[in-house]
């Protein structure tokens, strides 16, 4: 992971030192910024091999890439923005589009675009995906039916990437240069299979990055359901339209069971509840109950087999200053 601010160097230099390292880092491109005499702007850079997600945070700011700056310099990449606050007009594949927080847009690296954008210095403006077009397992037509469409970044598999790539950025600290195969296989995967939805070009997706993809939106569904009961595995498959046998076997190539994750994952957020200092007054039986546990008795059994203590003890154990562990 790399970590760059423009602040490194005084006000009236910060301007081009950005257009210098997105140059390097993305594309070359002409920049222009109504905040140019003092270019407040932040980059993170996660390598993933084939592919680079990066989390930006700057002003406002013009990009333009021309036939001339293609002509000197193309990576032949998709770029796949993703606005995480702030919005955009851009010009590109024949399409003018207006685009919000919350939405995807594709860029083609071979293909001039024009891009205003009002971004918001103070935390993440957005999430760029950078890949080579041949990563991605769909014809080059059928991409260029996507390039300068908005694509929904609040539901359904898109829904499914927003989260993956904010998730990804916020814990960039944590993995290891072992980890980088699989989260770019994912973040490859999830990105093919919200584009084939888009583009109705599904059969051309292999099966196993289809498989890949199920999970990964079961995952994200399971996170949102955990506070309720009833979530179980029968729920879990009817919501996706599988068998409860398929979903067995989804879990069971990871070496999991689908009622074992869902514990586990109960059992981390009622941990990180009882380690916030903020939720103090909040009973042990509240905690456990806001994340699916009713039952007092099951829930102490099954947090000191995790933790070999119970809930109050570890509670407890915690000095009141101590922040919750990410």
């Avoid at 600290?173 to 599904?202: H, I, K, W, Y």
């Avoid at 292999?206 to 595995?233: C, N, S």
């Avoid at 995790?306 to 570890?314: A, C, G, I, K, L």
Wanted: neutral net charge; contains cysteine.
């Amino acid at each position: 992971m790399t970590e760059f601010t423009t602040e490194v160097v005084a006000a009236p230099e910060r301007f081009a030192l950005w257009q210098e390292v997105a140059a390097q880092s993305h594309m070359p491109n002409r920049h222009r910024s109504n905040d140019h005499d003092d270019f407040r702007a932040r980059m993170r850079i996660m390598d993933l091999g084939s592919l680079q997600v990066s989390a930006l945070a700057y002003p406002h700011l013009e990009i333009a890439r021309t036939a001339k700056v293609i002509r000197q310099a193309d990576p032949e990449a998709y770029q796949i923005n993703y606005f995480l606050a702030g919005g955009a007009a851009i010009s590109h594949g024949g399409r003018d589009t207006v685009l919000c927080a919350g939405d995807f847009v594709v860029v083609d690296s071979s293909r001039a675009f024009h891009a205003d954008v009002q971004a918001l210095p103070d935390g993440w403006s957005g999430l760029v995906v950078q890949c080579p077009r041949g990563v991605l397992p769909l014809p080059e037509k059928a991409m260029r039916n996507l390039l300068g469409v908005p694509i929904d970044g609040r539901r359904g598999m898109g829904g499914v990437l927003a989260r993956w790539l904010t998730d990804l950025n916020a814990r960039a600290g944590e993995f290891t240069p072992a980890d980088v195969p699989t989260l770019a296989q994912v973040t490859r995967d999830l990105l093919a299979s919200v584009f084939a939805v888009c583009v109705d070009a599904e059969d051309a997706i292999p099966p196993e990055i289809h498989r890949h993809a199920l999970k990964r939106r079961i995952d994200a569904f399971i996170e949102q359901h955990l506070g309720e009961p009833a979530l179980t595995p029968d729920t879990i498959a009817t919501a996706h339209g599988i068998s409860a046998r398929h979903l067995y076997t989804l879990f069971e190539e990871e070496g999991r069971t689908v009622a074992a994750w869902i514990r586990e994952r109960r059992l981390e957020h009622c941990r990180r509840d009882l380690a916030d200092p903020s939720l103090r007054s909040r009973s042990i039986h509240a905690i456990a109950t806001r994340w699916g546990f009713i039952n007092k008795a099951h829930f102490s059994r099954a947090f000191r087999a995790r933790y070999d203590m119970t809930p109050s003890d570890y509670r407890h154990a915690l000095p009141h200053a101590m922040a919750v562990q990410k």
